[in-house]
C-alpha cells in the first residue's frame, strides 16, 4: 500500500509535491492505515552526468535528501523507470545502464521501482525481432530479469514493480523475473467505465497471486475527476476483493473527510490486505450485476454484490448464489461499509443496489 504521484500530478509533479504528500500521510492517519510508500512516477529523470551516472531533473533537487525526509516519515520512497531508451513521457530510461542505475536508486535509498516497458517496444523488440512477436516476448522477458538482477546486486531490498500492460500473460512469467506486482491492463483513468472495466478484467487471475507476488490492476482514482461516493466506494472494494496493491493517486492537500473514511476503512483493508492472500473472483455475473467473493483467513468470505449498470437493480430473481461460495443454505453476514450486522441470510436474501454501487458483505456459516 502507498501512493503513487502520477494519477493527479502527472508530468508536473515536484519535490515539494512529495514532501508534502508524506507530511500528509503521516497527519491523515494513511501511513498508520499502512499506505507506506511514496512512489515517484515518470518526469523526475534528468541527463547523465560524464560516468553515465542519472541525475534528477530541476524538479527534483536532491533525491537523496528528498529520500532521507520520507523515511524520517516512518515512509519509503518509490522510482519509476523504462528498460526503454526512453519513458513514456520521453524522459531518459534505463537501457544500457541497468546496473548503474539500481546501484544509483539503492545509494539514493529507494525501496520500490516501477519499470515500465514504454520506449522498448518501438526501439528494442520491433527492431530486434520484426515481426516475430515469440522472439520479442523473450527480449521483453530478459530486460525485466536484467534489472531484476541489478536490483539484487545492490543488496537494497526493493519492491519490484512491472508495468508492461498484461502483455504475454504476465501473471504467468512476471513472478519468476522477479515482479512483486505488476500490471494486468493499460492505464486506468478518473472514470467508472474505465476503472470498472480495468477491475472486472481481473476474472480468472486469481490463481497467479500470493503474498509477494499480485496482480495490479493499475493505481486508484480514488478522489479523483468525476466518480462519485457510490463510484469511489465501489472501486475501493473491486480493488480489496482482488487483493490488489492499493497505491492511491488522489491529492491528498485536497481531501475530503468523505474520500479519506473510503480510503481508510479499516474492515475494506483488512479484506485487502488479509494474510491468506487470495484473491477474490467472480461468482455469478448477470448483465450488470456481478457476485465476486474472495475467501478470508479465519475461514469467512467477502462477497461483493456489485451493480455496474446505469440503474438501480433489486435483487429479485438474483440470489445470492451461497452453494457455489461454499456456504450451505444459510450464512451470517456482516455489511462492511454500512458497518451492520445483518443477521443469518439464505440465497433469496433482497436489496436494492444503486447505479455504480455495491453491498460488500463478510459472510461465515
Ligand atoms: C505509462 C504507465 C502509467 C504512467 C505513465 C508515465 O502510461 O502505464 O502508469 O507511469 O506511463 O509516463
Redesign the pocket.
Known sequence: MGWNS?NFFAGKVTDKDIRDTADLLVSTGMRDAGYVYVNI???WEGKRDEQGRIQSNEKFPDMKALADYVHSKGLKLGI?SSPGPK???GFEGSLGHEEQDAQTYAGWGVDYL?Y?M?SFIGAVMNVQAPGDTAKQFDIMHAAYEKMHQAILKTGRPMVYSF?E?GWDSVWDWGPGAGANLW?TT??ISANFDRMSSIGRAQAGLAKFVGPGHWNDP??LEVGNGRLNHDENVTHMTLWAMLAAPLIAGNNLTKMTPEIGAILMNKDVLAIDQDPLGKQGDRVFAEGPVEIWAKPLKDGSKAVAIFNFGESATQMRGIALHLKEMGFGGSAKAHDVWAAKDLGTIKDDWKTTIPRHAVVLLVMKR
Do not use: E, F
Request: include cysteine; aromatic fraction near 16%.
Open positions: 502520477w512516477d515518470d518526469t519509476y519513458t513514456c513521457a516501477k515500465d514504454c508495468c500492460y500490471r493499460g492505464d493499475d493505481m
